[in-house]
T-cell receptor, first 117, second 113 residues
């Protein structure tokens, strides 16, 4: 069965360190998204990609970067981790906007809980 | 810019009763979609139901139905015959161009036996 996985599931790091969160999907989806979830804010979009070598900034992109070298993976990098980036991070994927059903829902990974001390 | 508002931070519901979760939205796009996702305590995001802005009928998926009032810009989720397993966070989200989602702050539901 197709799936979307994230690793690690839990990570503790120190302020100033570079951290990379992995996201891998086997849906063969063109669209991939990274969100962060904080109490009271729901999920907020960090970065997204519509295909290989395409990346775009979302609502809360400062301090984060992504790269898309293949269809399956969209790693999220925190260049210099800050305590404000302590959060739960979700990766999601979906088909292209005009493919499949109008619904075209996003499928979410299990999340990565990141703590920055 | 899109905005989603969920005004109920938390609510209790008696097992076997129905519950309505409120969601209002704001957008200037004529074409959009509205989703509801469930997040149980285990943390995963589970798709529940979808309503397109041009859909003539309210969406239904099993015990879930969406009360879509376009003029009022509301897309309330109705869960009928609540079960203990319905205890979770529920998020309303709106799809914009490019399939990006904007989420509301969520409503926590606790089903009492």
């Amino acid at each position: 069965d197709a799936e979307i996985t994230q690793s690690p599931r839990h990570k503790i790091t120190e302020t100033g360190r570079q951290v990379t969160l992995a996201c891998h999907q086997t849906w063969n989806h063109n669209n991939m998204f990274w969100y962060r979830q904080d109490l009271g804010h729901g999920l907020r979009l960090i970065h997204y990609s519509y295909g290989v070598h395409d990346t775009n900034k979302g609502e809360v992109s400062d301090g984060y970067s992504v790269s898309r070298s293949n269809t399956e993976d969209l790693p999220l990098t925190l260049e210099s981790a800050a305590s404000s980036q302590t959060s739960v991070y979700f990766c999601a994927s979906s088909g292209s906007e005009f493919s499949g059903t109008p619904r075209n829902e996003q499928f979410f990974g299990p999340g990565t809980r990141l703590t920055v001390l | 810019a899109q905005k989603i508002t969920q005004t109920q931070p938390g609510m209790f519901v008696q097992e076997k009763e129905a519950v309505t979760l409120d969601c209002t939205y704001d957008t200037s796009d004529p074409s959009y979609g509205l989703f509801w996702y469930k997040q149980p305590s285990s943390g995963e995001m589970i798709f529940l139901i979808y309503q397109g802005s041009y859909d003539q009928q309210n969406a239904t998926e099993g015990r879930y139905s969406l009360n879509f009032q376009k003029a009022r810009k509301s897309a309330n989720l109705v869960i009928s015959a609540s079960q203990l397993g319905d205890s979770a966070m529920y998020f309303c989200a709106m799809k914009a161009a490019g399939n990006k989602l904007t989420f509301g702050g969520g409503t926590r539901v606790l089903v009492k036996p």
